[in-house]
Each structure stands twice: as C-alpha cells, then as structure tokens.
T-cell receptor
Framework: SAVISQKPSRDICQRGTSLTIQCQVD?????MFWYRQQPGQSLTLIAT?????????ESGFVIDKFPISRPNLTFSTLTVSNMSPEDSSIYLC??????????FGDGTRLSIL | QKEVEQDPGPLSVPEGAIVSLNCTYS??????FMWYRQYSRKGPELLMY????GNKEDGRFTAQVDKSSKYISLFIRDSQPSDSATYLC???????????FGSGTRLLVRP
C-alpha cells in the first residue's frame, strides 16, 4: 500500500491562529480524505479532497473553518483556521485507489491553548 | 442511535486466547466492511476488508459479516501481547468513499 506522510506530527497552537497540515503520498491516488479523531472518540470525515476543484465537505464542517487544497494526485493540505480549544484533536489523512479501501497516515496531534 | 455500535471495552485477555470483537449497524446500504487496528499515537492500519456477507481469513485473523443481522465480527486466534491496540470497525456503501466508524474496542493481551 501507499506510504502516507503527514506533517507536522504534532503541534501546540494559540487560540485564534491557523495551522496547515500536509499530507504527501508516495504514489498517485484517486481519492484523498481528511478525518478528525477527537480525544477518546472515533473518526469523523471532514471532507473529500478533490484534485483541481473545491473539496466536498460533510455536514457540520465548512470551508471557511477547514480550507483544503489538492493541487495534484499525491498531495493535499488541510488548514484549521481561527483555532479554539474545541479544535484540539487528531487530524488524519487517508487515501484510496478507485474501488480500493482507505489507508491512513499517522495523523497530526493538535493541541490548542 | 449511532449508525455503527461497538463496545469500547477495554477487553483484557490472556496470551493465546481467542478474541472476538463485534460491531452492529443500522444502515442496510452498507456493502463494504473493514477492520482497522490503531496503536497508540499511530494512524489506523487496515487489517481486513470484506464485501457483503461471508467470512474472510488472513493468518490469525478472521472477519465475518452477517448482513441479515447487520452484525460483523473479527476473531483473533492465538492472541499475542503485540495485538494490544484499539480495533475499529468501519463500513461504507461505496468502496472508496465515506467510512462510518465504530467507536473502537481497546484490547489488552496479558503475557
């Protein structure tokens, strides 16, 4: 399966600031996704990153808060904007080929002070 | 009611035991079923991937899907301390799209 690298692996940020998380894959993939895993909870899909067009957001997530880019088939970024303590979470990138199951990176552990 | 229900555990077993992990779901449109293993400070790692009903075996792991009962299981034979992790079930109606996850079961295998 593809090797998925996320940067940064962890960060501590001040409230009101923004952080951009990068997801790099070692091969071209059809689908890229961003999930959130809040402390002690399971994973929730934030959005599907579409190459060359606007991301598709799930209910409860908006572009102004979580802008996403996907300039090519191996790279995507998720920005967490105007952060508050409620945004403290693990943010995970996943990838899939067409008709294939999703594989995950190791995530970015984000704490907001 | 959550779409996918999973007992959070923790489940503690002695080394060598057979482990049974389970999820129930409510959406009959789910066709693809997955089990992921997540170690502390790591991302979910795909263990098993099955389509529709039936059994699938891979080494010490067996996945079962019963769509009529909306019930899936993961069995681990000859459990090892290295199997200690959180196990997440996930499912979707479209093979490459939005996964709905269970809350995860913490498993501890005691030496």
């Amino acid at each position: 399966s593809a090797v998925i690298s996320q940067k940064p692996s962890r960060d501590i940020c001040q409230r009101g600031t923004s952080l951009t998380i990068q997801c790099q894959v070692d091969s071209q993939v059809t689908m890229m996704f961003w999930y959130r895993q809040q402390p002690g909870q399971s994973l929730t899909l934030i959005a599907t990153a579409n190459q060359g067009s606007e991301a598709t957001y799930e209910s409860g997530f908006v572009i102004d808060k979580f802008p996403i880019s996907r300039p090519n088939l191996t790279f995507s970024t998720l920005t967490v904007s105007n952060m508050s303590p409620e945004d403290s979470s693990i943010y995970l990138c996943s990838v899939a080929g067409f008709g294939q199951p999703q594989h995950f990176g190791d995530g970015t552990r984000l704490s907001i002070l | 009611q959550k779409e996918v229900e999973q007992d959070p555990g923790p489940l503690s077993v002695p080394e060598g035991a057979i482990v049974s992990l389970n999820c129930t779901y409510s959406n009959s449109a789910f066709q693809y079923f997955m089990w992921y293993r997540q170690y502390s400070r790591k991302g979910p790692e795909l263990l098993m991937y099955t389509y529709s009903s039936g059994n699938k075996e891979d080494g010490r792991f067996t996945a079962q899907v019963d769509k009529s009962s909306k019930y899936i299981s993961l069995f681990i034979r000859d459990s090892q301390p290295s199997d200690s992790a959180t196990y997440l079930c996930a499912m979707t109606s479209d093979s490459s799209y939005k996964l709905i996850f269970g809350s995860g079961t913490r498993l501890l295998v005691r030496p």
